[in-house]
C-alpha cells in the first residue's frame, strides 16, 4: 500500500533545488552525456544485447547441466568486447561517478536528519 505524504512547502522547495543540484552537477551531466553516448552507438548496444542474451541462455543450461565449452568461450568473448568499449567503459565510469556523489548527498542527509533517506526513499517506491 502506498501512501501519500505532503510535505511542508518549504521541505518541498529545499527538495526541489536538491534535485536541480544534483542533476546539473559535473558528474550527472557526465552521466546524461554518456548515456545519449551509449545510446546512440550501436555496436556498443549489440555487445550490451547480446552479453545479456548469453547470461541468459547460460542460466538457462546451467539449470539443466548443459553448459559446453563453447557456451563458455562465447561469453568470455563477448565480455572482454564490453570490458573494452570506450562508450561503455565511459557510461560506466559515469553512472559509478554519479552514483558516488548520491551516496555522498545521501551521508550528509542522514547526518543532519539522523536517518538513512536513501532506504526511506527506495521503501516507498515501486
Known amino acids: 500500500m502506498n501512501e501519500t505524504v505532503a510535505f511542508?512547502?518549504?521541505?518541498?522547495?529545499?527538495?526541489?533545488?536538491?534535485?536541480?543540484?544534483?542533476?546539473?552537477?559535473?558528474?550527472?551531466?557526465?552521466?546524461?552525456?554518456?548515456?545519449?553516448?551509449?545510446?546512440?552507438?550501436?555496436?556498443?548496444?549489440?555487445?550490451?544485447?547480446?552479453?545479456?542474451?548469453?547470461?541468459?541462455?547460460?542460466?538457462?543450461?546451467?539449470?539443466?547441466?548443459?553448459?559446453?565449452?563453447?557456451?563458455?568461450?562465447?561469453?568470455?568473448?563477448?565480455q572482454s568486447k564490453v570490458r573494452v568499449h570506450p562508450a561503455i567503459i565511459e557510461y560506466a565510469q559515469s553512472q559509478q561517478g554519479a552514483a558516488d556523489v548520491l551516496r555522498e548527498v545521501n551521508q550528509e542527509i542522514r547526518q543532519v536528519l539522523g536517518m538513512d533517506f536513501a532506504a526511506l526513499a527506495r521503501s516507498n517506491t515501486c
Open 8 to 78: 511542508p512547502p518549504a521541505l518541498q522547495e529545499a527538495t526541489d533545488r536538491l534535485i536541480h543540484a544534483l542533476l546539473g552537477s559535473g558528474s550527472f551531466l557526465a552521466y546524461q552525456g554518456s548515456l545519449a553516448q551509449l545510446e546512440s552507438d550501436s555496436q556498443a548496444r549489440g555487445l550490451l544485447e547480446r552479453l545479456s542474451m548469453l547470461q541468459v541462455a547460460l542460466r538457462g543450461k546451467q539449470g539443466a547441466g548443459q553448459i559446453n565449452q563453447a557456451d563458455i568461450e562465447e561469453l568470455r568473448a563477448v
